[in-house]
C-alpha cells in the first residue's frame, strides 16, 4: 500500500505565506504526478497545482504567481509554498499521487487525509 501524509497547514492572516508539505511512502516504484488539490466549504474539490516525475507544472489560474508547487523525488515529496494568501484559499489541502507500484502494470491514485488552511482578512 500507499500512504500520503500531509503537514503544514494552519491559521495564517491574509497575505501571509505558508509552506505544505506530503510525503508519500509504502511500495513505490514509481511516481508519476504529484499534485494539491482544495476543498472549500460547499464547493467541488479543485487541482490547485500539479507536477511530473520531469518537472512539467500546472497552476490553477486562482493561484498563479502566488503558489509554487516542487517535488523531491529521491524523497517522494511534494510541497506547495503558498505566498499573499487571501480569504478565498481558506479550504481543506489534499495531496494526490499518481503512484506506479512494485508488480503493478498501471499506476493507482492516492490522497492525503487533507490539511485545512485558514485565511483570515
Known amino acids: 500500500q500507499v500512504q500520503l501524509v500531509e503537514s503544514g497547514g494552519g491559521l495564517v492572516q491574509a497575505g501571509g505565506s505558508l509552506r505544505l508539505s506530503c510525503a508519500a511512502s509504502?511500495?513505490?516504484?514509481?511516481?508519476?504526478?504529484m499534485g494539491w488539490y482544495r476543498q472549500a466549504p460547499g464547493k467541488q474539490r479543485e487541482l490547485v497545482a500539479s507536477?511530473?516525475?520531469?518537472?512539467?507544472?500546472n497552476y490553477a489560474v486562482s493561484v498563479k504567481g502566488r503558489f509554487t508547487i516542487s517535488r523531491d523525488n529521491a524523497k517522494n515529496t511534494v510541497f506547495l509554498q503558498m505566498n499573499s494568501l487571501k480569504p478565498e484559499d481558506t479550504a481543506v489541502y489534499y495531496c494526490n499521487a499518481e503512484v506506479l507500484r512494485w508488480g503493478l502494470f498501471s499506476p493507482t491514485t492516492y490522497w492525503g487525509q487533507g490539511t485545512q488552511v485558514t485565511v483570515s482578512s
Open positions: 507536477i511530473t516525475s520531469d518537472g512539467s507544472i
Open positions: 509504502g511500495s513505490i516504484f514509481k511516481i508519476n504526478v
